[in-house]
Protein backbone atom coordinates (compact mmCIF):
# COMPACT_ATOMS: atom_id res chain seq x y z
CA UNK A 1 0.00 0.00 0.00
CA UNK A 2 1.61 3.08 -1.22
CA UNK A 3 1.16 6.75 1.14
CA UNK A 4 -0.68 8.01 -1.68
CA UNK A 5 -3.74 5.31 -1.62
CA UNK A 6 -4.42 6.44 2.14
CA UNK A 7 -6.75 9.50 2.26
CA UNK A 8 -8.01 11.09 5.38
CA UNK A 9 -11.14 12.84 5.61
CA UNK A 10 -10.66 16.74 5.53
CA UNK A 11 -13.64 17.36 8.25
CA UNK A 12 -15.37 15.53 11.06
CA UNK A 13 -19.15 15.37 10.06
CA UNK A 14 -21.84 15.82 12.97
CA UNK A 15 -21.20 16.69 16.51
CA UNK A 16 -18.44 16.45 18.24
CA UNK A 17 -19.28 13.83 20.82
CA UNK A 18 -18.24 14.83 25.02
CA UNK A 19 -17.03 12.01 27.39
CA UNK A 20 -15.69 14.07 30.14
CA UNK A 21 -18.09 16.51 32.66
CA UNK A 22 -15.51 19.72 31.50
CA UNK A 23 -15.98 19.88 27.32
CA UNK A 24 -11.90 21.64 27.83
CA UNK A 25 -10.62 17.98 28.67
CA UNK A 26 -12.54 16.51 25.41
CA UNK A 27 -10.35 19.59 23.09
CA UNK A 28 -7.28 18.69 25.20
CA UNK A 29 -7.58 14.60 24.11
CA UNK A 30 -8.35 15.34 20.75
CA UNK A 31 -5.33 17.87 20.34
CA UNK A 32 -3.22 15.50 22.10
CA UNK A 33 -4.56 12.27 19.80
CA UNK A 34 -4.56 14.73 16.89
CA UNK A 35 -0.78 15.41 17.54
CA UNK A 36 -0.28 11.49 17.97
CA UNK A 37 -1.53 10.51 14.77
CA UNK A 38 0.74 12.81 13.45
CA UNK A 39 3.86 11.48 15.11
CA UNK A 40 2.99 8.50 13.81
CA UNK A 41 2.75 9.21 10.36
CA UNK A 42 6.37 11.41 10.61
CA UNK A 43 7.70 7.61 12.13
CA UNK A 44 6.32 5.65 8.83
CA UNK A 45 8.09 8.41 6.95
CA UNK A 46 11.27 8.13 8.84
CA UNK A 47 10.79 4.41 8.62
CA UNK A 48 10.85 4.54 4.97
CA UNK A 49 13.79 6.96 4.76
CA UNK A 50 16.22 4.60 6.89
CA UNK A 51 14.56 1.45 4.73
CA UNK A 52 15.21 3.13 1.71
CA UNK A 53 19.02 4.64 3.54
CA UNK A 54 19.57 0.26 3.97
CA UNK A 55 18.63 -0.70 0.57
CA UNK A 56 21.14 2.05 -1.17
CA UNK A 57 17.91 3.97 -2.44
CA UNK A 58 18.24 7.64 -2.68
CA UNK A 59 15.22 9.12 -0.29
CA UNK A 60 13.62 11.37 -3.08
CA UNK A 61 10.17 12.38 -2.55
CA UNK A 62 9.62 9.85 -5.67
CA UNK A 63 11.35 7.06 -3.91
CA UNK A 64 9.48 7.72 -0.53
CA UNK A 65 6.19 7.94 -1.91
CA UNK A 66 6.96 5.05 -4.30
CA UNK A 67 7.73 2.75 -1.41
CA UNK A 68 6.32 -0.46 -1.36
CA UNK A 69 5.18 -1.55 2.24
CA UNK A 70 5.55 -5.67 2.62
CA UNK A 71 3.72 -7.20 5.47
CA UNK A 72 6.26 -7.64 7.76
CA UNK A 73 7.18 -3.73 7.56
CA UNK A 74 3.24 -3.30 7.96
CA UNK A 75 3.01 -5.55 11.03
CA UNK A 76 6.36 -3.98 12.27
CA UNK A 77 4.47 -0.61 12.03
CA UNK A 78 1.61 -2.42 13.56
CA UNK A 79 2.98 -3.25 16.63
CA UNK A 80 4.78 0.46 17.01
CA UNK A 81 2.16 2.29 16.68
CA UNK A 82 0.28 0.06 19.37
CA UNK A 83 2.91 0.52 21.77
CA UNK A 84 3.23 4.44 21.02
CA UNK A 85 -0.34 4.30 21.63
CA UNK A 86 -0.29 2.37 24.92
CA UNK A 87 2.47 4.79 26.29
CA UNK A 88 0.10 7.95 25.13
CA UNK A 89 -3.18 6.59 26.52
CA UNK A 90 -1.28 5.17 29.93
CA UNK A 91 -3.11 7.46 32.27
CA UNK A 92 -6.12 7.23 30.71
CA UNK A 93 -6.13 3.65 30.54
CA UNK A 94 -5.04 3.48 34.10
CA UNK A 95 -8.17 5.46 35.35
CA UNK A 96 -10.68 3.33 33.97
CA UNK A 97 -9.04 0.40 35.14
CA UNK A 98 -9.37 2.27 38.28
CA UNK A 99 -12.66 2.75 37.97
CA UNK A 100 -13.57 -0.48 37.14
CA UNK A 101 -11.61 -2.12 39.92
CA UNK A 102 -13.64 0.78 42.53
CA UNK A 103 -16.89 -0.21 40.51
CA UNK A 104 -16.55 -3.86 41.54
CA UNK A 105 -15.62 -3.35 45.02
CA UNK A 106 -18.50 -1.47 45.73
CA UNK A 107 -20.78 -4.04 44.27
Known sequence: MSVESMERPKVAKGRRPYFFDDPSVDKVLAMVMALTGEVSVLSDRLDTHEKLAKAKIWPTPENVESFEITEEVEQERD????????????????????????TSTDS
Open 79 to 102: QRRGEYLGRVMRIVTEELERLKRD
